[in-house]
């Protein structure tokens, strides 16, 4: 149990373009998602967390025009790259947190790999 | 500000070995600490502690905290190759609407055969 997926694996654009990324959890609802960009040989690094129906929160530094999140069910939340960079070009991965009775732990999906060339 | 850290940050042992991997933290309103495997991908969970000096086990891994010191270790035992990965601690610290987790930047492990 407690699976999570993104969609696309990897995916490569051309600068200035858009790049959604899908996250969704498989087999439980999600009260919770959170978005993480990881660059090579570092830790994760928490971008935003996601609340059903409501408006993400941003952490410090993080663009929210540039990195649109958008979280319409308790199994979906989407982030969107827009007017992507070369330096945009990075490991994004999601997670999810189960409702009260489900899973509590933050469960990972498996990443998106984002090139900007 | 609230931090974690991980210590060593790499370990290269040979199969059979055990390892201690360290995670220290300051976190404003400790809810809970987490380990993490991560291979090539995504991290995949291990272990969840929110209480002082329970051990928690999964086969040949166990890991226990202590919130007077503010730490934690996994210990691995009977290593084998398939344990070479990068191991992350996080911490959850209560507050606002929505707890977060705040990862130290992961200790390397290289079990050699």
């Known amino acids: 149990g407690a699976v999570v997926s993104q969609h696309p694996s990897w995916v490569i654009c051309k600068s200035g373009t858009s790049v959604k990324i899908e996250c969704r959890s498989l087999d439980f609802q999600a009260t919770t998602m959170f978005w993480y960009r990881q660059f090579p040989k570092q830790s994760l690094m928490l971008m935003a967390t996601s609340n059903e129906g409501s408006k993400a929160t941003y952490e410090q530094g993080v663009e929210k025009d540039k990195f649109l999140i958008n979280h319409a069910s308790l199994t979906l939340s989407t982030l969107t790259v827009t007017s992507a960079h070369p330096e945009d070009s990075s490991f994004y991965i999601c997670?999810?947190?189960?409702?009260?009775?489900?899973?509590?732990?933050?469960?990972f999906g498996p990443g998106t790999r984002l090139t900007v060339t | 500000e609230d931090k974690v850290v991980q210590s060593p940050l790499s370990l290269v042992v040979h199969e059979g070995d055990t390892v201690t991997l360290n995670c220290s933290y300051e976190v404003t309103n400790f809810r809970s600490l987490l380990w993490y495997k991560q291979e090539k991908k995504a991290p995949t969970f291990l272990f969840m502690l929110t209480s002082s000096g329970i051990e928690k086990k999964s086969g040949r891994l166990s890991s226990i905290l202590d919130k007077k010191e503010l730490f934690s270790i996994l210990n691995i035992t009977a290593t084998q190759t398939g344990d070479s990965a990068v191991y992350l601690c996080a911490v959850e610290g209560l507050g606002g609407a929505t707890n977060k987790l705040i990862f130290g930047t992961g200790t390397l492990l290289a079990v050699q055969p």
């Open positions: 997670s999810a947190r189960g409702l009260a009775g489900g899973p509590y732990e933050q469960y």
